[in-house]
């Protein structure tokens, strides 16, 4: 999971990479085609932080990014887009304004699979607030795919619990699945309000946010009121301190990683009974 400085590089990608395209000279560590639906290669990740580069696929639809190593070799890490506006979710345009989607899945492993919204409501960087969400049980790896056709244009995406959600292929607006989506605010000093995105599934989903920060890393984690919220329709949310669930690892350059006690959903489903009341098995 990558740390501020990953996501810096990554949102200066994701602005200037529709002049990329996919095909790349580098090796490629473990090749993954995002469409297809794939259970996670290993449990743990244990990636170190690199730089990041992102691609726009050729059908424009949505852009990749890959761990950059110093070897020259890269990895698949996420793939994402941005709604840009004008529109009923962002509701003005302007360099870099806009809701960003970042599905996570670094060295493809069941502990770090994430989405990261980003709300950037106007061209001051320190106003953008982002969130995370992840997503329980976590059966597969993120995958993406689109419809275009006479009566529609979609981008669905299928989240680690197998649940789905369907944007606009041209806005990226949510048209359906398992969130609801609200626009973006800003108080009264112009920062960015918790990005409006409420889940609608059967599952358990873990959420964390932060005004210009990400929402788990060295900072969230020595707050002393940085809090989780855990959610599961029917049930009372639960509360759970960052510093709890993430932990950021100097040995690996600071990366930012999901607690190493829970990186199965078994680990972690005990915690769920013990601290919230309830599972996500039933």
Not at 11 to 24: K, P, Q, R
Not at 49 to 68: A, E, M, P, S
Not at 91 to 115: H, N, T
Not at 225 to 254: H, M, Q, S
Request: hydrophobic share 35%; charged share 25%.
């Amino acid at each position: 999971m990558s740390s501020v400085k990953s996501i810096q590089l990554l949102c200066l990608s994701v602005l200037f990479s529709a002049g990329f395209s996919s095909a790349t000279s580098a090796k490629v560590i473990t090749d993954f085609d995002e469409t297809k639906i794939q259970a996670p290669l290993k449990e743990s990740n244990e990636q170190s932080l690199t730089g990041t580069i992102c691609r726009t696929r050729q059908h424009t639809r949505w852009d990749v990014c890959f761990n950059k190593f110093e070897n020259d070799e890269e990895q698949m890490k996420s793939f994402n887009f941005t709604n840009w506006g004008e529109n009923k979710i962002v509701p003005k345009s302007g360099f870099g304004v806009g809701r960003s989607f970042e599905f996570q899945f670094e060295d493809f492993a069941r502990s770090d699979l994430g989405l990261l919204v980003w709300d950037s409501p106007d061209e001051v960087e320190s106003h953008g607030h982002l969130k995370l969400m992840m997503f329980f049980p976590r059966h597969i790896l993120p995958s993406i795919r689109y419809v275009s056709d006479a009566e529609k244009d979609q981008v669905i995406v299928t989240l680690p619990n197998k649940e789905e959600l369907i944007f606009n292929g041209k806005s990226y607006e949510v048209e359906g699945g398992v969130l609801a989506e609200g626009p973006i605010k800003q108080d009264e000093e112009g920062n960015a309000l918790n990005p409006e995105l409420v889940y609608k599934g059967n599952g358990v989903v873990v959420e964390a946010d932060r005004l210009n920060d990400y929402p788990v890393g060295l900072n969230a984690q020595t707050g002393k009121n940085n809090l989780a919220t855990i959610r599961k329709k029917g049930f009372k949310d639960c509360k759970i301190p960052v510093k709890d669930l993430w932990y950021t690892d100097d040995a690996k350059g600071g990366n930012v990683f999901f607690n190493k006690k829970y990186v199965t959903d078994k680990a972690f489903d005990v915690l769920l009974k013990a601290k919230c009341k309830f599972s996500m098995f039933n």
